[in-house]
C-alpha cells in the first residue's frame, strides 16, 4: 500500500520540479509549427502568390528602375564638360558656351523625373511581368543613355549636338506616354476600393499619357528641322544663336510644369485614396495618423489660423507661456 501512495500521481507530480513541469508540458520553440501563420508561406499557393504580386513584384520593378536611372545618371555625371582649370571659378565666356549646363540640369531633371513616376507605380499600379512592361522600361532608359551620350562633346560642338538631343528627349517622352497608357490597359476598376477612385486614376493616366505623346513629337518635329531653322537664319546670326537658348529655357519650364500638374493632381488621389482611414495626408503630401479633436495653439495659448493643418503632431509635454 506504501508503496502504490509513492508512485500515485499526486506525489509524482509534487516531486518534479519546474523547470521539468516547463520542459515537459510547454511545445520547444522548435517544434512550433508555423504553417498557418507564415508570411509569405512555403507551401506553393494563393497566399505566396498574393505575397509575390503585392509586395515582391513591385520591388522588382523599382529595382530594375533604379538601376538603369543609375546607369543614365552615371552616363550624364560623366559627360559634363569641366572648365580648363578646376582650380578656379568658370569664366563667364565658358559659361555661355555651355549655355550655363541647362542640358545638364535638364536632364538631371528628367532622371528625377521619370525616378518618381516609377517609384509612384510601384506603389499604386498593379505590373505585370510582360515582356511588352520591361521592354518598355529598357527603352526609356536607353533614349536617356543616348541623350546624355550625345551632349557629352566639348563644349564647342555642344550647339551642333541640340537637333539629336531634341529627338532622343522626345522618343523619351513618347516611351513615357506609352507607359501611361498601357496602365490603362493593364488596371480595372475592381483595382481599386471605389470606382470614383478608378475613373480619377484612368483620367489621370490618360490625360498624361496624351500629355507626354503631344509633347514628344513636338520635340521630334522640332529636331528634325532645327538644322533648317538655323540654316536659314544663318543671315541674321544674332537670332539664330538665341535659338538654343529659347529651346532650352522651354524645356526647363516644361519639365517644371510637368512637376507642378503631377503633384497637383497627386494630392486629392491620395485623399480619395486614404479616404475613410485613419490616415491624413499634409498639405507636404506626408502621410500621417489622424488626431481625433487635436486644435493647434499658439505661445499664448491662443488657438491657430483654421489655415493651420491640425493634424499636425505637436509636442504637449512643454507647458505654454
Known amino acids: 500500500m506504501s508503496e502504490q501512495l509513492r508512485n500515485s500521481p499526486s506525489n509524482l507530480l509534487s516531486s518534479l520540479t519546474n523547470a521539468e513541469i516547463t520542459r515537459q508540458t510547454l511545445p520547444q520553440p522548435d517544434k512550433i509549427i508555423i504553417e498557418d501563420y507564415g508570411t509569405p508561406p512555403l507551401t506553393m499557393g494563393p497566399r505566396r502568390l498574393h505575397y509575390y504580386y ?10 530594375l528602375i533604379s538601376i538603369l536611372q543609375g546607369i543614365a545618371f552615371g552616363v550624364l555625371l560623366l559627360g559634363i564638360p569641366l572648365p580648363p582649370d578646376t582650380s578656379r571659378l568658370p569664366s563667364f565666356e565658358f559659361c555661355l558656351q555651355v549655355y550655363f549646363y541647362l542640358p545638364y540640369i535638364i536632364s538631371s531633371l528628367g532622371i528625377l523625373i521619370v525616378w518618381k513616376q516609377f517609384v509612384y507605380a510601384s506603389a499604386y499600379a498593379n505590373w505585370p511581368i510582360s515582356t ?6 529598357y527603352l526609356i532608359a536607353v533614349g536617356e543613355i543616348v541623350a546624355y551620350r550625345v551632349i557629352s562633346v566639348p563644349p564647342t560642338k555642344l550647339s551642333g549636338t541640340l537637333s539629336v538631343w531634341l529627338i532622343c528627349v522626345g522618343f523619351v517622352l513618347i516611351v513615357g506616354g506609352c507607359i501611361r497608357l498601357n496602365n490603362l490597359r493593364l488596371q480595372s476598376s475592381e483595382d481599386f476600393r471605389s470606382l470614383t477612385l478608378a475613373k480619377f486614376s484612368n483620367r489621370h493616366q490618360l490625360l498624361n499619357g496624351i500629355l507626354y505623346l503631344s509633347a514628344g513629337l513636338a520635340l521630334i518635329t522640332f529636331g528634325l528641322w532645327y538644322n ?6 544663318k543671315n541674321w546670326p544674332q537670332i539664330a544663336s538665341l535659338i538654343p537658348w529659347t529651346v532650352y529655357v522651354s524645356l526647363l519650364t516644361m519639365l517644371c510644369l510637368f512637376l507642378l500638374l503631377d503633384a497637383r493632381s497627386r ?11 485613419g490616415l491624413v495626408i499634409s498639405s507636404q503630401g506626408v502621410m500621417r495618423y489622424k488626431k481625433e479633436g487635436v486644435m493647434l ?5 491662443k488657438p491657430m ?4 493643418d491640425l ?3 505637436h509636442r504637449t509635454d512643454r507647458p505654454t507661456v
Open 297 to 301: 495653439v499658439d505661445q499664448y495659448g
Open 305 to 308: 489660423s483654421p489655415k493651420a
Open 228 to 233: 533648317q531653322v538655323v540654316n536659314m537664319l
Open 54 to 63: 503585392s509586395a515582391v513584384l513591385p520591388q522588382v520593378h523599382l529595382t
Open 311 to 313: 493634424f499636425m503632431q
Open 267 to 277: 494630392q486629392p488621389f491620395l485623399r480619395e485614396l486614404i479616404k475613410g482611414s
Open 132 to 137: 511588352l512592361q520591361i521592354g518598355l522600361i
